[in-house]
């Protein structure tokens, strides 16, 4: 089990690039895991939170001309809410928590893209989340041409960081594989510009081998749509 004491039970996180398929994923995953008869809180940043959803909307407002810095607090704002709010009770309750998006976003987006010091980031982060980090991280990794390309076929509406130029995704990008080299024992990257059955695929094997060494004889990962058979 995971070392901080009031923790109960774990916290997964999937990170990646715009288009990068995170919320496809994090919902499979979610499915995958009830299925088993886990206890799953799926949430999701900016947002999880009324607040967090409030800031979501400034953040991502287009019209809205912040510094970097006034954007990066309002992240951190979102994240704090959500964390004493949602995820730590989560944990204490002992469910699995599937975050899509955290902390590694912020050096990520405003640190190795924005352009922000990262061991700013990283004190302002811990502050934000009392120090929590996630137990696994799954990095999906796709061109941030691809990426958009998925998003701006979905829809046409505009967003602050989403419109940002393809040379700002792709530092994103470079950023996100960073911190996983970084922390190459919580991130484990994925190739995601597969097709997304066999991103969830390669994303549950992770999963199971994950959770059978975490939660020994715990309910594991059921296959999908097993509960249907
Ligand atoms: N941000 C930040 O700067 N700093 C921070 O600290 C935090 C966030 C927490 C949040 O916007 C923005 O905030 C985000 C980072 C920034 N901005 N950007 N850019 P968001 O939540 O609205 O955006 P997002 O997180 O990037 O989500 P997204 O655009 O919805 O992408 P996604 O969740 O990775 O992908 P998806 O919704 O699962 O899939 C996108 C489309 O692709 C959809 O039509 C799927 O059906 C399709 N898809 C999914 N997987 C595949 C595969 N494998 N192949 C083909 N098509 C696929």
Same mark, same amino acid.
């Given at each position: 089990?995971?070392?901080?004491?009031?923790?109960?039970?774990?916290?997964?996180?999937?990170?990646?690039?715009?288009?990068?398929?995170?919320?496809?994923?994090?919902?499979?995953?979610?499915?995958?895991?009830?299925?088993?008869?886990?206890?799953?809180?799926?949430?999701?940043?900016?947002?999880?939170?009324?607040?967090?959803?409030?800031?979501?909307?400034?953040?991502?407002?287009?019209?809205?001309?912040?510094?970097?810095?006034?954007?990066?607090?309002?992240?951190?704002? *979102? @994240?704090? &809410?959500?964390?004493?709010?949602?995820?730590?009770? #989560? %944990?204490?309750?002992? $469910?699995? /928590?599937?975050?899509?998006?955290?902390?590694?976003?912020?050096?990520?987006?405003?640190?190795?893209?924005?352009?922000?010091?990262?061991?700013?980031?990283?004190?302002?982060?811990?502050?934000?989340?009392?120090?929590?980090?996630?137990?696994?991280?799954?990095?999906?990794?796709?061109?941030?041409?691809?990426?958009?390309?998925?998003?701006? *076929? @979905?829809? &046409?509406?505009?967003?602050?960081?989403?419109?940002? #130029? %393809?040379?700002?995704? $792709?530092? /994103?990008?470079?950023?996100?594989?960073?911190?996983?080299?970084?922390?190459?024992?919580?991130?484990?990257?994925?190739?995601?510009?597969?097709?997304?059955?066999?991103?969830?695929?390669?994303?549950?094997?992770?999963?199971?081998?994950?959770?059978?060494?975490?939660?020994?004889?715990?309910?594991?990962?059921?296959?999908?749509?097993?509960?249907?058979?």
């Amino acid at each position: 089990m995971p070392a901080d004491p009031i923790k109960r039970g774990a916290f997964i996180t999937v990170e990646g690039g715009d288009g990068a398929g995170k919320t496809t994923l994090a919902r499979a995953l979610a499915a995958c895991l009830v299925d088993a008869g886990h206890q799953v809180r799926l949430t999701f940043e900016p947002g999880g939170t009324e607040l967090g959803n409030h800031l979501r909307s400034l953040v991502l407002n287009p019209d809205l001309d912040l510094s970097d810095w006034e954007e990066t607090w309002l992240f951190l704002a *979102a @994240r704090a &809410s959500h964390v004493s709010k949602v995820i730590r009770p #989560a %944990l204490q309750d002992g $469910e699995i /928590v599937i975050s899509d998006r955290y902390a590694d976003s912020t050096l990520a987006y405003q640190g190795f893209g924005r352009g922000l010091d990262l061991d700013r980031l990283r004190r302002v982060n811990d502050e934000a989340t009392q120090g929590l980090m996630p137990d696994l991280t799954l990095l999906l990794d796709v061109p941030a041409k691809v990426g958009l390309q998925r998003t701006r *076929a @979905r829809t &046409s509406s505009r967003d602050r960081i989403g419109d940002a #130029a %393809l040379a700002f995704h $792709e530092q /994103v990008n470079a950023g996100f594989r960073e911190l996983a080299n970084l922390s190459a024992g919580r991130v484990i990257v994925i190739d995601a510009a597969r097709d997304a059955t066999l991103v969830r695929a390669a994303a549950l094997k992770t999963l199971r081998e994950w959770l059978d060494r975490q939660l020994g004889d715990s309910p594991g990962v059921a296959e999908p749509g097993s509960a249907d058979q």
